[in-house]
């Protein structure tokens, strides 16, 4: 676990009728970022299959490791979510479980993103699915400025909901910038999760200026940078296109 510490100084004013003060307000807050490579566990491995070139030639093994990374991701985040004690009725007698209590939402981006979402769906199976289309499209011809488009949009009511963004690539943080605005016109959450396979010190930093606060952002690995096309290194590449083939 890191924490993605920020300090804001305010100065304030105090006027008395003998003197001016100043008070100073020092207001610490922090995203939390959760770094799955920083511990041992089966993602790792699902890591080094996707990274590898040689098994990229497989999309359907790609696909699928991007769902796992999914579902083991999900399990880790669902210990966060408000729980209440329930009676359940058996054969033989009652039985008191903890049940989460969370409006859950799922929200992804096109195209990448559906394996990864299927991965949450299987264990959030009860969620709310909303779906945005960002995708990034270069505005120079050197490949090196890149702008974002949202063109379609369909989610439930967010109000109150625990939101989480799931995304396999948070590289520059553009498209995950556009897909929350966009489904912000459908509600306020009242918690969000950023949730991706591989994040770049720019993408977070990209987050961490534009969503709220108690924002957490959870990960498989945070890679070095970007390179000049914005894409993350070493990474594994174009997670769409490794998923479903090229594009024209």
């Known amino acids: ?17 003998k ?3 100043y008070q100073i307000n020092l207001l610490f807050y922090y995203m939390e970022i959760i770094d799955f490579s920083k511990r041992n566990s089966i993602i790792n491995k699902y890591m080094a299959e996707m990274r590898d ?3 990229q030639n497989n999309r359907l093994l790609f696909r699928n490791n991007i769902m796992r990374v999914g579902e083991l991701i ?41 394996p990864f979402h299927q991965g949450f769906l299987n264990i959030f199976d009860h969620a709310g699915n909303a779906f945005v289309s960002a995708y990034r499209e270069y505005e120079d011809a050197a490949h090196t400025k890149v702008g974002i488009h949202v063109e379609y949009l369909a989610t439930p009511d967010l109000d109150n909901a625990t939101l989480l963004i799931v995304d396999p690539m948070l590289a520059t943080g553009g498209s ?3 897909g929350y605005k966009a489904l ?10 950023v949730v991706c396979v591989i994040a770049s010190p720019e993408g977070i930093e990209h987050v ?41």
């Open 1 to 17: 676990m890191q924490k993605f510490w920020h300090i804001d100084v305010l100065c304030v004013n105090l006027h008395n009728l």
């Open 19 to 21: 003197q001016n003060t």
């Open 53 to 55: 070139k040689n098994y």
């Open 74 to 114: 999900a399990y880790e985040l669902s210990k966060t979510l408000d729980y209440e004690e329930r009676d359940v009725q058996t054969p033989l007698g009652t039985a008191k479980v903890n049940v989460p209590t969370d409006k859950v939402v799922l929200g992804t981006i096109f195209r990448a993103g559906l």
């Open 176 to 178: 995950m910038e556009m």
């Open 184 to 193: 912000l016109t459908k509600g306020t959450p009242k918690r969000v999760h």
């Open 208 to 248: 961490r200026r534009t969503f709220p606060e108690d924002t957490t952002i959870w990960c498989a690995a945070v890679d070095p940078g970007l390179n000049e096309h914005k894409y993350i290194v070493p990474g594994f590449g174009d997670a769409g296109d490794l998923c479903y083939g090229g594009k024209i």
